[in-house]
C-alpha cells in the first residue's frame, strides 16, 4: 500500500497556518485604513506581523520535517516495512528525556489520523493484499507453537485500527480469536471489525453481542460467550487469555507459548481473600446493575469464601471445560451474576474453592502477572493521565513498561500520545524479528 493513500496530518497544521496567514492580512488591512498611524509605524507594524508569520512557517517546516527524518508515525503505520525499529523510538523507549520532550511537543503540533472503519472495509476488499501489506505473521514461525495454538477472546468497542493493531500484534495462523464487539457500538464499526476477522479463517466475531457495561455482569457474559465459541470452534488451544482492544503485548508469541507450557495445565488466576467490608458488600447484597440494594443474597450453597482479584486471567482448557460444563460453576454463576463487578470475583472465587491447582502441587511455576497496569496511587508514575484511576500510558512511561515481566500492559488511547503505541509496536516486532533472525515472517 502506498503512503500516500494516507493523508498526513500536517493538513491540520497547514490550516492553522493559512487561519493565522489571513488573520494577520486582515490587520494590515487594519492598519492601513488608520490614518492618524504614521507610514514608519505602519512599516514597523507591519515587519513585526511578518516576521511573527515566518517565525510560524519555520517552526512548523522544522518539526514537520523532524518528525519525516525521524520516520515518526504521522501517517498510520501500513505495512511490515513501518514498523522498523526507528533511532527516535529506541530512544524513547530508553527514557532519554530530550527526545521524549521533543517528541512530545511534536505531537501537540501533529494530530492523529487513524485509519477509518470505511477504509478498512475498502482495504479488505482483497484479503490476501491487506494481511501481507499490514505484515500479518502467516505462518507458524516454529514447531513448538504450532504445536501449541492460544485461544483469545478480545472485547472491544471503539477505535478500529487500534483493535487491527492488537490483532496484528498477537495473530499467528495456529491460533484462535473472538471478537466480542459491543452491541453499542457504531454499525460502521461493527462492519469493519467483521470485514476484518472475515479475511482469517482462525479469526471470528462473537456468535452473540450484548451491551456492555462497565461494572455490570455484562463484561463477564460478554466473556463467557466468546469463551463458549471457542470450545466449539476447536479442540486443539491448550489456554485461554482474554483481552479488551486498549491493551498490548509485551511478550512475542514464542515467549507466551514456553511461559504456558511451564504452566503444566495451571492456570494464571491471581487474587485475594475480600476481606474488606467495602468488598464484602459486593457479594453479600443484591446489586442492580452497578447500584447495590439493600436486599440481602442468600448464600451461596457452596459455602465459598469470596476472593477478589483482575478480570484479566489466563486460563487451562481444562478449567475452561469446568466453567463451561460443571453444575457447580454454572450455578454458581448464575449466583454470581447480581452481584458487584462479578467480572472480578468469578475466575477467582470458583478456582481457589475448587483448589483447581491440587493437580499441580509438583509446579511452583506460577506465571507472570497476566498484566502491567499503573492504578492512581501506586508508587510509578504516569506519564500520560489517569481516568477512572488506571494510567493512561504515555511516551514517558514506555521505559518502565518495557521492563515488566508483566503479558500484557494496560492501557493506551490511540489518540493521546499516540507514538506511544507506535514505539512499543515497533519494540516488539523487534524483539520478533531478533529470535527468528533472517527467517521470512509471511
Known amino acids: 500500500m502506498s503512503e500516500n493513500k494516507f493523508m498526513s496530518c500536517s493538513s491540520y497544521n497547514i490550516y492553522n497556518l493559512i487561519t493565522l496567514l489571513i488573520a494577520h492580512l486582515s490587520f494590515f488591512r487594519f492598519l492601513r485604513m488608520k490614518t492618524l498611524l504614521t507610514s514608519r509605524k505602519k512599516i514597523t507594524t507591519s515587519l513585526i506581523l511578518v516576521s511573527s508569520f515566518l517565525l510560524l512557517l519555520f517552526q512548523y517546516l522544522h518539526i514537520d520535517g523532524w518528525m519525516s527524518k525521524k520516520h515518526f508515525a504521522t501517517k498510520p503505520l501500513t505495512s511490515q516495512s513501518s514498523r522498523h525499529y526507528t533511532d527516535v523510538c529506541k530512544q524513547i523507549v530508553d527514557g532519554n528525556s530530550s527526545v521524549i520532550k521533543k517528541a512530545n511537543s511534536s505531537m501537540s503540533h501533529f494530530v492523529k489520523q487513524p485509519i477509518s472503519p470505511w477504509k478498512y472495509i475498502d482495504l479488505t476488499k482483497n484479503c490476501n493484499y491487506f494481511a501481507k501489506n499490514r505484515g500479518y505473521i502467516l505462518k507458524a514461525l516454529s514447531k513448538n507453537e504450532e504445536?501449541?495454538?492460544?485461544?483469545?477472546?478480545?472485547?472491544?468497542?471503539?477505535?478500529?485500527?487500534?483493535?487491527?493493531?492488537?490483532?496484528?500484534?498477537?495473530?499467528?495462523?495456529?491460533?484462535?480469536?473472538?471478537?466480542?464487539?459491543?452491541?453499542?457500538?457504531?454499525?460502521?464499526?461493527?462492519r469493519a471489525v467483521k470485514k476484518i476477522s472475515s479475511c482469517f479463517s482462525n479469526v471470528f466475531v462473537a456468535?452473540?453481542?450484548?451491551?456492555?457495561?462497565?461494572?455490570?455482569?455484562?463484561?463477564?457474559?460478554?466473556?463467557?460467550?466468546?469463551?463458549?465459541?471457542?470450545?466449539?470452534?476447536?479442540?486443539?488451544?491448550?489456554y485461554l487469555i482474554n483481552l479488551t482492544g486498549q491493551e498490548f503485548p509485551l511478550k512475542t508469541n514464542n515467549e507466551l507459548v514456553d511461559i504456558l507450557q511451564k504452566l503444566k495445565g495451571k492456570s494464571i488466576v491471581k487474587g485475594r481473600y475480600a476481606s474488606k467490608q467495602r468488598l464484602r458488600g459486593?457479594?453479600?447484597?443484591?446489586?442492580?446493575?452497578?447500584?447495590?440494594?439493600?436486599e440481602l443474597k442468600q448464600p451461596f450453597p457452596g459455602n465459598f469464601t469470596f476472593y477478589k482479584g483482575s478480570t484479566y486471567v489466563v486460563l487451562s482448557k481444562a478449567f475452561v471445560n469446568?466453567?463451561?460444563?460443571?453444575?457447580?460453576?454454572?450455578?454458581?454463576?448464575?449466583?454470581?451474576?447480581?452481584?458487584?463487578?462479578?467480572?472480578?470475583?468469578?475466575?477467582?472465587?470458583?478456582?481457589?474453592?475448587?483448589?483447581?491447582?491440587?493437580?499441580?502441587?509438583n509446579n511452583t511455576f506460577n506465571g507472570p502477572n497476566t498484566r502491567y497496569v499503573n492504578w492512581s496511587g501506586h508508587r510509578a508514575p504516569c506519564h500520560g493521565k489517569f481516568v477512572r484511576h488506571v494510567c493512561v500510558h504515555g511516551i514517558g512511561d514506555?521505559?518502565?513498561?518495557?521492563?515488566?515481566?508483566?503479558?500484557?500492559?494496560?492501557?493506551?488511547?490511540?489518540?493521546?500520545?499516540?507514538?506511544?503505541l507506535d514505539c512499543i509496536e515497533q519494540w516488539l516486532h523487534k524483539r520478533t524479528l531478533d529470535y527468528y533472525g533472517s527467517l521470512s515472517l509471511q
Open 282 to 294: 459486593r457479594y453479600l447484597y443484591v446489586h442492580r446493575g452497578i447500584m447495590r440494594t439493600n
Open 322 to 361: 469446568f466453567i463451561l460444563h460443571d453444575k457447580l460453576a454454572r450455578d454458581f454463576l448464575e449466583w454470581v451474576n447480581n452481584t458487584g463487578k462479578p467480572e472480578e470475583t468469578f475466575y477467582q472465587t470458583l478456582y481457589f474453592n475448587v483448589d483447581f491447582d491440587k493437580y499441580f502441587r
Open 147 to 190: 504445536d501449541f495454538p492460544i485461544a483469545f477472546s478480545i472485547n472491544i468497542y471503539k477505535d478500529v485500527e487500534q483493535f487491527e493493531r492488537l490483532l496484528r500484534a498477537i495473530y499467528r495462523p495456529q491460533n484462535f480469536y473472538c471478537i466480542h464487539v459491543d452491541k453499542k457500538s457504531p454499525s460502521i464499526f461493527r
Open 398 to 420: 514506555l521505559k518502565t513498561i518495557t521492563q515488566q515481566k508483566a503479558l500484557f500492559v494496560n492501557k493506551f488511547y490511540l489518540h493521546y500520545q499516540y507514538l506511544a
Open 207 to 238: 456468535s452473540e453481542i450484548i451491551k456492555v457495561v462497565w461494572g455490570e455482569s455484562s463484561i463477564l457474559q460478554s466473556q463467557l460467550i466468546c469463551m463458549k465459541d471457542l470450545w466449539k470452534r476447536s479442540n486443539t488451544w491448550k
